[in-house]
Nanobody
Framework: QVQLVESGGGLVQAGGSLRLSCAAS????????MGWFRQAPGKEREFVAA????????RYGDSVKGRFTISRDNAKNTVYLQMNSLKPEDAAVYCC?????????????????WGQGTQVTVSS
């Protein structure tokens, strides 16, 4: 069993930055591909970013490329999402997810474990 706990969300002005963290339990975190997804009210869940277990590969959704950066620290069992140049349309609940096999995935169905999410609000 893996538990994921996100933090770092909040209210920020457009153009500002936030860094989200996702702390994972379990001794095998370093084996997991990790991803971030977001969901805004009335919209479908959207892929944001993913990172391979060894940080050698990352993938981003088209809407966040060049603005967001995913990283991980396996020694701390934590994955991060640095969000810069935030826009009002980035506002959503952001969830991290863990996939226990594979390199990384953009498909949420590939992820076995999910956190509860952290709210990001961007004012214009």
């Amino acid at each position: 069993q893996v538990q994921l706990v996100e933090s770092g969300g909040g209210l920020v002005q457009a153009g500002g930055s936030l860094r989200l963290s996702c702390a994972a339990s379990g001794r095998t975190f370093s084996n997991y591909a990790m991803g971030w997804f977001r969901q805004a009210p009335g919209k479908e869940r959207e892929f944001v970013a993913a990172i391979a277990w060894d940080s050698t590969s990352t993938r981003y959704g088209d809407s966040v490329k060049g603005r967001f950066t995913i990283s991980r620290d396996n020694a701390k069992n934590t994955v991060y999402l640095q969000m810069n140049s935030l826009k009002p349309e980035d506002a959503a609940v952001y969830c991290c997810a863990a996939a226990t096999s594979g390199y990384y995935y953009t498909d949420p169905r590939k992820y076995a474990y999910w956190g509860q999410g952290t709210q990001v609000t961007v004012s214009s």
